[in-house]
Nanobody, 122 residues
């Protein structure tokens, strides 16, 4: 089991930027896939972005493509989500998760963080 610790959430104005971080308790395996998901009250958790730790290939939801960038830093074992040009609809609790399949299906992710709140004020 991997524990994941997110940080970097907060409040920002429309058009602003935030960078989320996620640190796993164990060094990622080469085939690990890390994802960011988000959830707002009353809605299902939705996929945001994912990255394969080895090689760095990434995939984004249409709603964030071109605005968000997922990345990882090997020496520090840190996953990032750079969020630019934020919109009110980006307001949510953001979760990082880890699995072994390159998929946006959250059921494939085995370990999850506690989440960090992002609020975009208009």
């Amino acid at each position: 089991q991997v524990q994941l610790a997110e940080s970097g959430g907060g409040s920002v104005q429309v058009g602003g930027s935030l960078r989320l971080s996620c640190v796993p308790s164990k060094r990622p395996f080469s085939r690990s896939v890390y994802g960011w998901f988000r959830q707002t009250p009353g809605k299902e958790r939705e996929f945001v972005a994912l990255i394969r730790w080895h090689g760095g290939s990434a995939f984004y939801s249409d709603s964030v493509k071109g605005r968000f960038t997922i990345s990882r830093d090997n020496p520090s074992n840190t996953l990032y989500l750079q969020m630019n040009n934020l919109k009110p609809e980006d307001t949510a609790v953001y979760f990082c998760a880890v699995g072994s399949e390159y998929t946006s299906d959250q059921r494939a992710y085995t370990d999850w963080g506690q989440g960090t709140q992002v609020t975009v004020a208009s």
